[in-house]
Nanobody, 127 residues
Framework: QVQLVESGGGLVQAGDSLSLSCTAS????????MGWFRQGPGKEREFVAA???????????HFADSVKGRFTISRDNPKNTVSLQMNNLRPDDTAVYYC?????????????????WGQGTQVTVSS
């Protein structure tokens, strides 16, 4: 059974940085696309970032416009971990952040479609 466990959330001030981590188990992690989503208060869940498998040792990174230049995504395949580094945080980044995964290699599948999910971790940015 696939399991994703997020960590690293917390309360920070605007302008601060925070790193989220997600550890996966139960699948061949290196061939999966991994992503981060978030759901703010009163908002729908939205895509934040993804790192997708190309079928070789190359991975592509994708970001929502709202976080480009501030967030980065990385993965450590031997550790089955994907991380989201968030810099210059803003109050509108406040949300529950979810790690997600799906089988990689399907280039036509929208980045909003992921198959398995973590429980989420709260990030709160105060002004």
């Amino acid at each position: 059974q696939v399991q994703l466990v997020e960590s690293g959330g917390g309360l920070v001030q605007a302008g601060d940085s925070l790193s989220l981590s997600c550890t996966a188990s139960g699948r061949t992690f290196s061939r999966d696309d991994m992503g981060w989503f978030r759901q703010g208060p009163g908002k729908e869940r939205e895509f934040v970032a993804a790192i997708t498998w190309t079928g070789s040792n190359i991975y592509y990174r994708h970001f929502a416009d709202s976080v480009k230049g501030r967030f980065t995504i990385s993965r450590d395949n031997p550790k089955n971990t994907v991380s989201l580094q968030m810099n210059n945080l803003r109050p509108d980044d406040t949300a529950v952040y979810y790690c997600a995964g799906r089988a990689g290699g399907n280039y036509h599948r929208p980045l909003t479609q992921f198959d398995y999910w973590g429980q989420g971790t709260q990030v709160t940015v105060s002004s």
